[in-house]
């Protein structure tokens, strides 16, 4: 059955289309918010509460993005809505001794290096730099939509994301030298 078809049948809160709709999307977002929130439990909870917001909301989707993406969005706002209930240790940044230098923003990965290995790298940076970093590379966000996103500065977003690229960069680095023996 075609998800545009599901899709028109859950707006008319057909239990059976739900069930589908959700075993079609589920093992996806639940990958997405594993990417967001570590644990495995507060990842599946997440991850259903995204669903049922979903179902929720369902009248407001319009068809302008595919039904995936703009579930995947709810994912991901619940995973960050998630984060910031969790009231995580901050760091506060002096924003008057913030120098970034784009210019020095020039880094690339060896290729070598695996799509699975980089994604575990970004696993293990810090938390201020994991989010902004999963948010800006992976998911395409820009400055602007991380720093609403986030409650943060565009200056604290590219200041994290530069910072989080360095963290990674030298993950990546020592997991390259370790191949060799």
């Not at 069930?19 to 990417?35: H, K, N, P, S, T």
């Not at 302008?64 to 940044?93: P, Q």
């Not at 999963?134 to 977003?157: K, P, T, V, W």
């Amino acid at each position: 059955m075609s998800v545009t078809l599901l899709v028109e049948q859950c707006k008319e809160q057909n239990p059976k289309a739900q069930l589908a709709l959700y075993r079609q999307y589920c093992e996806g977002m639940f990958i997405v918010a594993q990417r967001y929130v570590k644990d495995i439990a507060q990842a599946e909870d997440v991850m259903q509460e995204a669903f049922i917001k979903a179902f929720s909301k369902l009248h407001q989707f319009k068809g302008d993005v595919t039904f995936g993406a703009w579930l995947k969005r709810i994912v991901i706002n619940t995973c960050l809505d998630a984060i910031k209930a969790r009231k995580l240790e901050t760091y506060s940044i002096n924003e008057e001794v913030l120098t970034l230098s784009e210019e020095n923003d020039d880094w690339s990965v060896a290729d070598e290096v695996t799509v699975q290995e980089v994604h575990r790298a970004i696993d293990n940076l810090k938390e201020p730099y994991r989010v902004v970093v999963q948010l800006f590379l992976l998911e395409g966000y820009d400055h602007q939509e991380i720093a609403d996103i986030l409650g943060i500065s565009e200056s604290a977003s590219r200041t994290n994301l530069f910072r989080g690229k360095k963290q990674l960069q030298e993950q990546l680095k020592h997991l390259q030298y370790g191949t060799g023996y």
